[in-house]
């Protein structure tokens, strides 16, 4: 869902007003309003990619699409390209596979030396696939392990891109993630005023909102 920027900034700054009572630093000179929306919008950013790869996946909203082109290599496995802007896998599916991946290793992982095998049974089945984000000469790409046939094709296939505030002020949030972002900005800022233990306590909340 798009959230208007100013409204991401108002939500933050009344949280902030909630956990600020005893000194009133927002109400005093020390801080500028200005000043501080300048901290607030910088940290929005920083703050979606956080809790946006930390939240479990039936928070997240339907993701974008991706995965066109198949190519393929021995075994029955192949690769994917990924776009620009990919942050986070959602969902991954071959057409023969008996389930999905929602999960991706990555290359340091013990598992990823396994599906180098030429053994067949030794790397992901159609029955439990496994997927890898890695690099190519091509750019970022998700490997998958492995099918029956190469007849197979991308059934599902979902991400989460990097977010960006775009030319109308917006940004796209999960909304059932919305709170966490909201306590993540928060506390980043509050970070940035020196005031770390409020900060921590609002981290823990944001913690609290995506269970």
């Known amino acids: 869902m798009v959230f208007s920027i100013h409204d991401v900034m108002r939500d933050v700054r009344i949280c902030l007003d909630q956990n600020m009572t005893n000194e009133q630093l927002l109400l005093t000179g020390d801080i500028e309003t200005l000043a ?60 023969d596979w008996e389930r999905a991946v929602f999960t991706a290793i990555s290359p340091t992982d013990p598992a990823y030396a396994l599906q180098r095998q030429r053994v067949k049974a030794l790397r992901g089945t159609a029955q439990k696939p496994v997927c890898a984000l890695s690099s190519r000469p091509e750019g970022k790409v998700l490997e998958f392990y492995s099918c029956k046939s190469e007849s197979a094709y991308v059934s599902r296939a979902q991400y989460l891109p990097y977010p960006t505030i ?44 995506l269970q």
Not at 70 to 95: A, H, K, Q, T
């Open 36 to 95: 501080l929306d300048d901290i607030i919008r910088s940290k929005i950013i920083d703050a979606v990619v956080r809790v946006h790869c930390n939240a479990p996946t039936y928070l997240l909203e339907e993701g974008h699409n991706f995965g066109d082109a198949i190519f393929w290599n021995d075994l029955e496995s192949g690769w994917v390209l990924l776009p620009n802007d990919f942050m986070r896998l959602i969902e991954f599916e071959m057409s």
């Open 166 to 209: 775009d030319e109308n002020e917006g940004i796209d949030i999960c909304q059932r993630c919305y709170t966490a972002v909201v306590y993540t900005i928060a506390s980043l800022v509050l970070i940035t005023l020196g005031e770390s233990e409020k900060a921590s306590a609002l981290a823990e909340l944001s913690k609290s909102a």
